[in-house]
Each structure stands twice: as structure tokens, then as C-alpha cells.
């Protein structure tokens, strides 16, 4: 049973996980993409995502923490300067994963992880414009009006020729 267990222990030791996961997300904010075991990329996602939120707000304590996760110096230089400043607008969602079917050798689930700004190919098509969290609206009462009084025209106007057909 699973109870209690949040994430992907991925077959390894607390220290060789946290070191890989560091390794992997540095790549991933050098390379923009990487290509990787389905597991591996989505413990990688829930490694990464957060720090990419903390990376939004550039205080020296957000840059300090993302460091403690990351180690490494470049890595987050370049989080907090480019990629920080092209994904401000969005409200999370950063990284998509792309199945790309099975390993040859050992028959692995293989993916590719990417920054989803960073696509050209799924971008080029779509102008770049600011994603919002929809409301329903409420309709105007003026609206209502005119709509309710062709209602009421229409079935007056049928009613008389189904009286002349009979």
C-alpha cells in the first residue's frame, strides 16, 4: 500500500535522489529541454515547479533557497534573469512532458521535458498573449429584454396558422 507516500523514491537513497534532481534541473534550465525516463521527468517536474515560483519574486532569500535545491551558480543566475522574466505572467504549469515511447534497451518509458514558453514549434502559430483565469459573466438585464420579447412574437405568430390549417 501507498499510504502516506507523496513523491518517487526513483530506486535510490535520499542523498543520490536530491543530487540527481539537482543535476537534472540545472540541465533543464540550461538546455531548455531534456529527454529522460517518464519517471524520472515528472519527480522532476514537482522538483523544479516551485523553485521556477520562487524565481518570479528576485529577493536575495528566494535566490538563497532555490541555491540550497539547485547547486549551482549559473543554473540560478540564469533562472532568476531570463527565464524568471519570460514566465511572469503565468500562473504556474511551467514544464510540459512529452512522451516519446519506449527504450530500446530495457523498454523504459522515455519523455522529454521542456519549459513550455520556450517552444517555438507549439508557439509560432498563437500570438503571445497574457493567459487569465476565466468568470463567468453575469448578463445585463438590458440584454435579457429584447430577448424575452422575441420570444413572445414567435409563438403569437404560429399560433394562428396552426388554427387556419385545422
Not at 519523455?111 to 509560432?124: G, K, P, Q, R, S
Request: hydrophobic letters at 35%; glycine letters at 4%; aromatic letters at 6%.
Amino acid at each position: 500500500m501507498r499510504h502516506r507516500k507523496k513523491f518517487n523514491h526513483l530506486g535510490r537513497k535520499t542523498a543520490h535522489r536530491k543530487s540527481m534532481l539537482a543535476n537534472m534541473g540545472s540541465s533543464l534550465i540550461k538546455h531548455k529541454r531534456i529527454n529522460t525516463t517518464l519517471a524520472k521527468a515528472k519527480a522532476l517536474r514537482m522538483f523544479l515547479e516551485p523553485l521556477i515560483t520562487k524565481s518570479k519574486n528576485d529577493t536575495m532569500h528566494n535566490r538563497r533557497v532555490v541555491f540550497s535545491y539547485l547547486r549551482d551558480k549559473d543554473a540560478v543566475t540564469e533562472l532568476f534573469r531570463e527565464i524568471s522574466t519570460k514566465i511572469a505572467d503565468r500562473p504556474g504549469g511551467y514544464l510540459r512532458i512529452i512522451k516519446l515511447g519506449n527504450r530500446l534497451g530495457d523498454n523504459a518509458e522515455m519523455a522529454m521535458i521542456e519549459f513550455v514558453d520556450y517552444n517555438t514549434t507549439y508557439n509560432a502559430d498563437k500570438p503571445a498573449k497574457k493567459k487569465t483565469r476565466r468568470r463567468r459573466k453575469k448578463a445585463k438585464t438590458e440584454e435579457a429584454a429584447p430577448v424575452s420579447e422575441a420570444k413572445q412574437e414567435a409563438p403569437s405568430n404560429e399560433a394562428p396558422e396552426k388554427k387556419d390549417k385545422e
